[in-house]
């Protein structure tokens, strides 16, 4: 019984534990869905109220400068020769990505675009343009490809205009560090990086963003309280089938054990003390039934006697 009541407990604790978890992937599914919503808002929002003002890069304030969804306008000069493709191959997929370092606008770029000159030195890449693809196909494009326009040469390369989205290269920032570092590049930190709109600002912000994440969390969570729901059902079918097979594995041990150490006699189950006075019970209502019959055959020929005087 000990046992059975072990595995009922296991079983009970597990579907518990799997309707928990349930109910956190339905919980964190909530929030993506939520964290998508805003997303469209402020795509809907970005394309109704135009992009935020160009900015000079080393001019560049993030409490200012950013508008919704994350676009930016920058102004800057691009080392278009100094452009690299990284190939991140311990994501699964592999990730590609074409890197191109931004350079602080200077004055001779500053007259190139007709504004106020500005106060980098150049030692230094201020920002990245960062092209993030699925193929190493989608890499061989030419890198003045990603600006919103380009003008002619700078100080420190070819004067861009950048319109896209603030974004994170993440484990692709060491690689480019080191990629730069030997055309003698050097990043400077903090440093800028833009994803930029390759296909134009209108097609970039009306894609709607991919409801698939929530999507499968919701699926996950159905499917964990799914299976947690049959396992309380069969644990509750459990109780009734399998305890009498264990109430007789237990009964058969014991008698085992008592046949072996007789001086430590097993006390009766109450089953077997209401089995053996049913089987009382039923021995003596024969042996009456017996000699009532008996008696009866005996007096039967006198009445007919009787009967006969």
Known sequence: MQRLMARLGARLTDS???MLVAGLLAAVGLVAGYVEVQQEAERALALRQGPPAPVALQDFDRGRNIGPAGEVLIEAEAALDAAVVLSLRGARPVRHALVVPLY???DAGAAELGTEPGKGDGRAALGLLFHQVETRA???IDPGDLAARVFGPGAHGTVVVVNGAVTEPGAFTLMADGAFAVSGVTLAEPFLAVAPYTEGRAVALSEPVSAASHGVLYLSALIL???SVAASLRSARYEKGPAQVD???DEVEERAYAQAHPKFARIPSQRELQEA???????SG??????WGSSGARNQPQR???EAL
């Open 247 to 249: 109430a007789v594995a």
């Open 225 to 227: 309280l799914l299976v």
């Open 138 to 140: 989608e890499t061989d």
């Open 104 to 106: 602080a606008l200077s």
């Open 304 to 306: 007919r006697e009787d």
């Open 16 to 18: 518990r534990k799997m």
């Open 277 to 283: 006075a049913e089987a009382r019970k039923r021995s």
């Open 286 to 291: 024969g042996l009456q039934q017996m000699i």
